[in-house]
C-alpha cells in the first residue's frame, strides 16, 4: 500500500492529502506565487482548496504569518479562480 503525502491547511489547521491543497510559495527572490506543480523554490504554504479556507486565511493572515511576507490581493483572486468563485 502506497502512502499518501499528507500536508496541513494554514487557514483550517486540518490534515488533508496533497492533492487536496494548493501551494502558495514565497520564491528566492521574494516574489509570492501560485504553486500548481508544488515544485517550486522557496518557502511554501499550503491552503485547501475551498471558498471558506480562502477567506478564512485573509481574515487571519494565516498565509502572511507562514510565508513571513505581505501577500497581494492579486494571489487570493488567483485562489478563488481556482476553486471556482468569484
Same mark, same amino acid.
Do not use: F
Given at each position: 500500500?502506497?502512502?499518501?503525502?499528507?500536508?496541513? $491547511?494554514?487557514?483550517?489547521?486540518?490534515?488533508?492529502?496533497?492533492?487536496?491543497?494548493?501551494?502558495?510559495?514565497?520564491?528566492?527572490?521574494?516574489?509570492?506565487?501560485?504553486?500548481?506543480?508544488?515544485?517550486?523554490?522557496?518557502?511554501?504554504?499550503?491552503?485547501?482548496?475551498?471558498?471558506?479556507?480562502?477567506?478564512? $486565511?485573509?481574515?487571519?493572515?494565516?498565509?502572511?504569518?507562514?510565508?513571513? $511576507?505581505?501577500?497581494?490581493?492579486?494571489?487570493?483572486?488567483?485562489?478563488?479562480?481556482?476553486?471556482?468563485?468569484?
Amino acid at each position: 500500500m502506497k502512502k499518501i503525502p499528507m500536508r496541513r $491547511c494554514v487557514a483550517t489547521m486540518a490534515q488533508l492529502p496533497k492533492k487536496e491543497l494548493v501551494r502558495i510559495v514565497r520564491t528566492p527572490e521574494g516574489q509570492v506565487k501560485v504553486d500548481l506543480t508544488g515544485r517550486s523554490n522557496g518557502r511554501g504554504a499550503y491552503l485547501a482548496k475551498t471558498l471558506e479556507a480562502i477567506e478564512l $486565511c485573509k481574515k487571519k493572515g494565516a498565509l502572511a504569518r507562514a510565508l513571513e $511576507c505581505a501577500i497581494p490581493d492579486e494571489i487570493y483572486e488567483e485562489l478563488r479562480g481556482l476553486v471556482g468563485g468569484s
